[in-house]
């Protein structure tokens, strides 16, 4: 009698174990996959009520923290000029935050998008901060070199780390905020999207909260 | 039998335990992978080339060791020479073109797949660790990730 009882703890116990080695590894597939999605394109998906909860998913898939609809993490900065720069100080105007690296190509591609976007829609509000990621060792004047190059008519700032991981640690580059007037973020992108997609988020971060 | 059980279980759930706090590797990473030799047998003190291969993962390119823009990181492979081992000179292969799709004008000169580094050596007789690091930017379709150095170590035999 006693033999049986201890027989069937044993099953059980090995049944148990193999549920959770089941789980672990079903739990361990798709922590790994959703990583991989990482690197997936990044798409903007026009916000509606309707489809929030699509939205999420997008935002989830491109490895981003989601933040879309939250107020947007603050930070201080120093410009490339040492001028220290807050988001704060832009309260009440459309931003779009755009992590950048000199090394990083599909960044330089935009640029000239983003020199002339700034330029239209300045005037009605609107303004860029380019967020550097290149490393935190990299001189200030290298990355000013760089800007007048480019010929960057916006902000650029010294990022670091305390600040990326306010947006999720900013794996890939280019990756870009839109911030509405009201501080809430209303678009995000992971990799290059078209300039008409840049300029559709610009539209609705302006329209955002506005009066 | 129940304790041998009871074991077992345990031991699963200590497994669990270290999978589950196992850190997910970055993406830049896994970009790149030493593929082979991590051993090879070469004549001593005769200069001889061993032919260091390495693959990008899919869907990713790193730039060559000659991007076309001087802003762009180029592969480059640093090598600590042991005493009785001397590195002479890498070669790397020519990148081949590559455009982003918003950019289709803007050439990039990269490497994808599978690409061979010769490095000229020249060894005293025995055992000796060639210990180096390949130091790539990786970027995908649309997107790049921050430089990244994987280690690359081999064994050189020479007799």
């Not at chain 1, 931003?95 to 599909?106: K, S």
């Not at chain 2, 345990?10 to 970009?31: E, F, R, T």
């Not at chain 2, 082979?36 to 003190?45: D, E, H, R």
Request: hydrophobic share 40%; with cysteine; glycine share 8%.
């Amino acid at each position: 009698m006693e033999d049986v009882k201890r027989n069937q703890w044993v099953i059980v116990l090995v049944l148990a174990a193999f549920v959770l080695m089941v789980w672990s590894g079903y739990a361990n597939y798709k922590r790994r996959k959703q990583s991989a999605q990482h690197q997936a394109q990044g798409t903007l998906v026009p916000e509606t009520a309707n489809n929030q909860s699509v939205q999420q998913d997008v935002a989830a898939d491109e490895g981003l923290p989601n933040l879309r609809g939250k107020r947007a993490p603050d930070f201080s900065l120093r410009s490339v000029e040492g001028k220290k720069v807050s988001l704060a100080d832009y309260k009440g105007k459309a931003v779009l935050i755009n992590f950048w690296a000199t090394w990083c190509a599909p960044c330089k591609i935009e640029m000239p998008w983003l020199v002339a976007l700034r330029s239209q829609y300045a005037p009605q509000g609107f303004e860029i901060l380019g967020v550097n990621a290149d490393d935190p060792g990299t001189p200030r004047s290298k990355l000013a070199k760089f800007g007048e190059e480019q010929g960057l008519n916006y902000p650029l700032l010294v990022g670091d780390d305390a600040m990326s991981r306010k947006y999720g640690g900013v794996e890939f580059l280019p990756t870009s905020y839109f911030v509405g007037r009201d501080g809430k973020i209303v678009a995000e992108t992971a990799g290059l999207v078209s300039k008409n997609e840049v300029e559709a988020s610009i539209k609705k971060a302006l329209a955002a909260g506005g009066n | 039998m129940f304790r041998c059980a009871m074991l077992i279980f345990a031991g699963l759930a200590a497994w669990l335990q270290v999978i589950k706090d196992q850190p997910l590797p970055l993406p830049a990473d896994n970009a790149v992978q030493f593929l082979y030799p991590a051993q090879v047998t070469i004549p001593a003190k005769r200069p001889t080339q061993i032919d260091l291969h390495f693959r990008v993962a899919n869907g990713l390119h790193i730039n060559s060791h000659a991007p076309t823009e001087k802003s762009l990181i180029p592969a480059r492979l640093a090598v600590v020479e042991p005493p009785g081992l001397q590195v002479s000179a890498v070669d790397f292969p020519p990148g081949t073109d590559y455009a982003f799709q918003f950019a289709p004008k803007v050439k990039l000169s990269v490497y994808t797949g599978e690409f061979v580094l010769h490095a000229h050596v020249t060894a005293q007789p025995g055992k000796h660790v060639l210990e180096g690091g390949l130091r790539y930017q990786a970027c995908d379709s649309n997107s790049c990730m921050p430089p990244h150095t994987i280690p690359v170590t081999v064994t050189i035999t020479a007799q």
